[in-house]
DNA sequence: CTTGGAATGTCAACATAGCTGACGTATCTT
DNA sequence: AAGATACGTCAGCTATGTTGACATTCCAAG
């Protein structure tokens, strides 16, 4: 899929102070990235676990405890306390499986469907701004580099849902 | 996959579903990308903050806690705490200012030298694996698009040294 | 049916790393 | 001499991660 190093010859985009520059970028964009939810949530006395969670759930509606887990990458105990205070303030709803009734299926109520627009709204916002100002083809680069920066398991995630609806 | 308009006409690739793809593409190689330090720093105790401690006073020599303050955005406090175990751990040292004596100047001791190199030597190996693998076309609008995603403050940080040395 | 292992989810206790607020000290500047 | 600045520290709070113990449920073997 990714193009392999077209131009073939030249590795000076390789160079140690091309890989630092690519590192700080990684983290100074980060907290650009991250600072427009964080507003938000502050003022709910939320933090980005909820974000994390609100996010997924919407993404796959119905998906397990479980599921949500291996997602985030934290424990369940973790977890647990972020989903009890999303339940406790009406924003999440779990519902017990059908078939496997140890299961409990989660989604967004109303009120949860209203804090992901409005946390996704800003967060795209300064996303499209990016995009915008960068231009296509940039943006297809910006998307290759990040996902070969992924651990395979993460990629598979992120590329395939798979799991969680149906 | 998606077919992109490098005419720059076409916003196809600024649909939502493009972008909530970027937002996700950014919280999975984030993670990916601070999991090689991550384990080497568990090792030892120590956590991100150190890294990323470690990693300006590299980068600017002499710089003071002040400046590392404004870099990190985290309280005095919080970098205090952290930049006292790496006192006591011989990884850093301060310099009384020369000028101002109320400035303590930081340096990496030989042994911090070494924990940076470590550290930087596997993040660089996955960013560098990364970079490979995309190419120099997309490392390049990697590169644009997360400038174009950071605030104007912290872009600045990224871009010019200036303070610091000198 | 019963029993026991595996999967799933919850509760309790603790650690880390942020934060705010208040204060102290040394130093620079006016 | 007085105020501003740079740095350090104490005390206490919050968010989010951890481990350990436990409850519930499913499924399969006896």
Known sequence: MAEQNTGGESLLFLTDENLRK???AMFFAYR?????PDRILEDMDYGRAHHRA???INRSPGTTVGNLLT????????LNRVLRTLFDDGLVEARVGKQDKRERHLYLTDKGH???RAL???QRARMRAAYRAAGPS???????????MMDAEQRRQYQG???GST
Not at 32 to 36: C, M, R, S, V, Y
Not at 71 to 78: A, C, E, H, R, W
Not at 138 to 148: D, I, K, M, P, S
């Open 161 to 163: 849902l798979k799991e």
């Open 114 to 116: 209203a804090l992901e």
């Open 138 to 148: 940039a943006v297809q680069g910006f998307r290759t580099v990040l996902e070969a």
């Open 32 to 36: 650009g990235f991250t600072a427009d």
């Open 71 to 78: 997602i985030l990458g934290v424990t369940k105990q973790s």
């Open 22 to 24: 690519g590192i700080e």
């Open 120 to 122: 996704s709204d800003a």
């Open 54 to 56: 609100v996010h997924f």
